[in-house]
């Protein structure tokens, strides 16, 4: 079995026992962007948390615009790395008013994902799993974001070599996932990542992956 075979498997495995995900898990461009950015480094709680702060204090993104980057900062700290990330927001918005007039990013959507993905990553702050999961959960692009769940497990299966940054497992599971499934064997990791391949004590006494799991078998 090649790696883009032990691929699909896995992809067939994890929907035949999570179902096949369906649905875009976002609808606006900017909005999942600027949640990303706040998803940097922290659970999905204190992004929530950080964000709710942020539209709730800057209900319009032209406000989160208009504002100093302190105030922005002190509102998102729950989120973790606030300074760093008040900077991306503000900075990022401060471009995109400057360049398109308005602050509305749909028409990311409309380009060719490639171009799309180096056309956010231009930017200091947004790397390539934001603009991914971007491209993904909302513009429906077949583009395969790698969080700290995907990036474990695709080692752990050896998808990827076990020293593989982030930054390049995107450049490799892009060649290997399924074409047109991206998305949903996406959503499918991260759930068997949160209920089954954990980080600390994976339960792989009930994985139906063993045969092919490196970790399983001890070579890692
Ligand atoms: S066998 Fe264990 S480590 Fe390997 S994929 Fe399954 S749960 Fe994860």
């Given at each position: 079995?090649?790696?883009?075979?032990?691929?699909?498997?896995?992809?067939?495995?994890?929907?035949?026992a999570?179902?096949?995900?369906?649905?875009?898990?976002?609808d606006?461009?900017?909005?999942?962007?600027?949640?990303?950015?706040?998803?940097?480094?922290?659970?999905?709680?204190?992004?929530?948390k950080?964000?709710?702060?942020?539209?709730n204090?800057?209900?319009?993104?032209?406000?989160?615009?208009?504002?100093?980057?302190?105030?922005?900062g002190?509102?998102?700290?729950?989120?973790?790395?606030?300074?760093?990330?008040?900077?991306?927001?503000?900075?990022?918005?401060?471009?995109?008013?400057?360049?398109?007039?308005?602050?509305?990013?749909e028409?990311?959507?409309?380009?060719?994902?490639?171009?799309?993905?180096?056309?956010?990553?231009?930017?200091?702050?947004?790397?390539?799993?934001?603009?991914?999961?971007?491209?993904?959960?909302?513009?429906?692009?077949?583009?395969?974001?790698?969080?700290?769940?995907?990036?474990?497990?695709?080692?752990?299966?050896?998808?990827?070599p076990?020293?593989?940054?982030?930054?390049?497992?995107?450049?490799?599971?892009?060649?290997?996932?399924?074409?047109?499934?991206?998305?949903?064997?996406?959503?499918?990791?991260?759930?068997?990542g949160?209920q089954?391949?954990?980080?600390?004590?994976?339960?792989?006494?009930?994985?139906?992956?063993?045969?092919?799991?490196?970790?399983?078998?001890?070579?890692?």
């Amino acid at each position: 079995m090649n790696l883009k075979q032990k691929t699909e498997f896995v992809a067939d495995t994890l929907e035949e026992a999570l179902g096949a995900y369906e649905g875009q898990a976002e609808d606006n461009v900017l909005d999942c962007l600027m949640r990303t950015v706040l998803s940097q480094n922290t659970n999905d709680v204190n992004r929530d948390k950080g964000y709710a702060a942020l539209r709730n204090k800057f209900p319009t993104w032209e406000d989160v615009c208009r504002a100093d980057v302190q105030s922005i900062g002190e509102t998102i700290k729950i989120a973790g790395l606030h300074t760093q990330k008040s900077r991306t927001i503000k900075d990022f918005l401060t471009w995109l008013k400057r360049e398109r007039g308005e602050l509305d990013l749909e028409f990311v959507c409309e380009m060719e994902t490639e171009a799309a993905r180096q056309y956010l990553c231009q930017h200091k702050g947004i790397g390539i799993k934001t603009a991914s999961v971007t491209l993904a959960f909302v513009c429906g692009h077949d583009v395969f974001p790698v969080d700290t769940h995907v990036l474990r497990i695709s080692k752990r299966l050896g998808f990827i070599p076990p020293t593989c940054t982030a930054d390049k497992a995107h450049e490799l599971m892009g060649e290997i996932v399924p074409k047109g499934r991206s998305f949903p064997f996406h959503m499918n990791l991260i759930q068997f990542g949160r209920q089954i391949c954990n980080a600390r004590k994976p339960k792989c006494d009930v994985c139906a992956l063993t045969e092919h799991c490196l970790y399983f078998k001890g070579k890692l």
